[in-house]
Nanobody
Framework: QVQLVESGGGSVQSGGSLKLSCAAS????????MGWHRQAPGKQRDLVAR???????NYADSVKGRFTISRDNANDTVYLQMNSLNPDDTAVYYC???????????WGQGTQVTVSS
């Protein structure tokens, strides 16, 4: 079993920055892709960024050039550096981890990010 705990969310003004962290614990062996989704009020949960174990990253078009995903495999932690934030980035951000050979991903509890203008 894997537990994911996000941290680093908060409130920031437009143009500001935040860095989210997600630490995995438990049976972390076998983790392949890790990443972040977000869900704004009244909208579906969408992929923000993901990163393979070897560091191959993908981003949603809306965050390309502004967000950077990284990971520390030794510490089973994934990060999301968010720059040039705007109100459209306001959402609950959820960390996830995919396990080789397992059908269902693990999810964190979510952390709120609020960007004001």
């Amino acid at each position: 079993q894997v537990q994911l705990v996000e941290s680093g969310g908060g409130s920031v003004q437009s143009g500001g920055s935040l860095k989210l962290s997600c630490a995995a614990s438990g049976s972390t062996f076998g983790i392949s892709t890790m990443g972040w989704h977000r869900q704004a009020p009244g909208k579906q949960r969408d992929l923000v960024a993901r990163i393979s174990r070897l560091g191959d990253a993908n981003y949603a078009d809306s965050v390309k050039g502004r967000f950077t995903i990284s990971r520390d495999n030794a510490n089973d932690t994934v990060y999301l550096q968010m720059n040039s934030l705007n109100p459209d980035d306001t959402a609950v951000y959820y960390c996830y981890a995919r396990i080789w050979g397992r059908d269902n991903d693990y999810w964190g509890q979510g952390t709120q990010v609020t960007v004001s203008s």
